[in-house]
């Protein structure tokens, strides 16, 4: 196998869930912990964005078994993470990675929840191949 083929296997990849699959999709993906994941993503989102007034969220799964979810649409968004002294504008998909990767951690470290880690290193793999890496690594650090 050459070193392309190899990157191109290791590349995680985003499917859309489908309309007829979204309320499956987070009771798969987080068990009991789904409602708490839903809730605090929405909720970093709107500390992040100053003038985030809600909107409708597609769902993603990921190729490596991750998922994400990010606001639909066009445009960016301006996001402020005042833990790090972030400030800079984002496509809303990258926003929504974010948003997760933010739930994630948190859930991750006051559950101790196994899974919830999975998750979040299952996104950042795939936030590092993703278009906006570098504003995404920024937000997060």
């Given amino acids: 196998m050459t070193d392309n083929a190899e990157q191109i296997e290791s590349t995680v990849t985003a499917r859309l869930v489908p309309m007829a699959d979204r309320l499956k999709a987070l009771p798969r993906n987080f068990a009991s912990l ?3 994941v839903e809730t605090m993503v929405y909720a970093y989102l709107e500390e992040l964005v100053q003038n985030y007034k809600g909107a409708y969220w597609e769902f993603y799964n990921l190729s490596n078994g991750g998922f994400y979810m990010a606001p639909r649409g066009e445009g960016e968004l301006r996001l402020v993470v005042a833990g790090n002294y972030f400030e800079g504008s984002m496509s809303k998909d990258a926003a929504g990675i974010v948003a997760c990767l933010f739930a994630y951690g948190y859930l ?3 559950t101790g929840s196994e899974a919830m880690t999975d998750h979040y290193h299952a996104l950042r793999e ?13 937000a997060i650090d």
């Avoid at 795939?126 to 920024?138: C, M, R, S, V, W």
């Fill in 34 to 36: 789904m409602g708490h």
């Fill in 108 to 110: 991750a470290n006051s």
């Fill in 126 to 138: 795939y936030a590092l191949d993703h278009p906006e890496a570098g504003q995404i690594l920024a």
